[in-house]
């Protein structure tokens, strides 16, 4: 750019151009995109970018955007095309009358890229860091970086899940996560597995959680699914490794036997099953 640090703003974020890259800055105000606050600030390596719009918006609105390499953002990879306009962290909204100005930054930006529309073969872009974690309908998924965790809940988890028990996803074990938006029907987050075949359905799954209303919100699940996958995508096949299963929490056993104990007198569980899962948690102390 012609000056280094020279800073765009507009409505919900603010552009900062540099040398080699874009930090793109989110306002935290109560008008902004929740996804935007989450991710707080995102650098873009120019080599990630293959184009800048500007086009007309709404109420008298000019809308600046990059266009990002496929395959250069684990967000975008893991929201595979589900994102609203609105959350599009790439569009940067700006009062019609400062078209002429925004239009000034596109052509310098313009001028400074070298990538075409061609994918890029890593990842460019950051991916939001761990440890992260939210709430599904059936779970609590969590992720430190290295293993993603299951922990059913017994109001919202299929016996399926219950018969599976807590369940521990080392990344070199995932060849990827699949994620549909919980603005839509039959949302969800599931866990693609190197070796194990995929259950039809999410809810009998015990690689996938279940969104719902006001569970998994975009917020806070897609910047999961999008840490998952930069991390997997890191590993790589070579990183599949065999590793023993931890000592589990005394008091996390216990309430998994109360749990199973609710289960079996509703009649979700039969007494066989209930023995032998009542044993393995024992087992695990």
């Known amino acids: ?6 800073v765009l703003a507009g409505f919900h974020a603010a552009w900062e151009f540099e040398s080699d890259s874009v930090l793109i800055r989110y306002e935290r105000g109560i008008r902004t995109p929740k996804l935007f606050q989450a991710l707080g600030e995102r650098r873009v390596p120019l080599e990630a970018i293959s184009g800048v719009t500007l086009s007309p918006g709404k109420r008298g609105t000019v809308v600046l955007r990059a266009e990002v390499r496929p395959g250069a953002d684990p967000l975008l990879e893991a929201a595979a095309g589900q994102l609203k306009e609105g959350c599009d962290p790439y569009r940067l909204v700006l009062p019609a009358e400062r078209d002429a100005l925004a239009e000034y930054y596109a052509d310098e930006l313009r001028a400074l890229l070298t990538a075409d ?26 992720f430190d970086g290295k293993t993603v965790h299951f922990r059913w809940f017994w109001t919202g988890a299929s016996s ?30 599931r866990l693609v597995r190197r070796s194990a075949a995929q259950a039809e359905q999410v809810d009998q799954d015990p690689a996938a959680v279940v969104f719902g209303l006001g569970y998994g919100p975009v917020h806070e699940s897609l910047p999961f699914a999008a840490a998952v996958l930069a991390a997997v995508r890191e590993a790589g096949p070579a990183a599949v490794v065999s590793a023993g299963a931890p000592r589990r929490d005394p008091a996390d056993i216990a309430e998994r036997i109360r749990h199973l104990g609710e289960l079996h007198q509703a009649g979700l569980v039969t007494d066989e099953e209930f023995s032998v ?6 087992a695990e102390l």
Request: aromatic share 8%; hydrophobic share 40%.
């Open 1 to 6: 750019m012609s000056r280094m640090g020279d």
């Open 117 to 142: 529309g061609e994918p890029a073969e890593r990842f460019l872009v950051a991916a939001p860091e761990a440890p992260r974690q939210f709430k599904a309908y059936d779970a609590k998924a969590s």
């Open 160 to 189: 399926a899940k219950w018969k599976a028990g807590d369940q521990s996803f080392p990344v070199g074990e995932l060849s990827g996560v699949e994620w549909r938006s919980p603005e839509v029907l039959e949302g969800h987050l």
């Open 277 to 282: 899962k009542k044993a393995e948690l024992l």
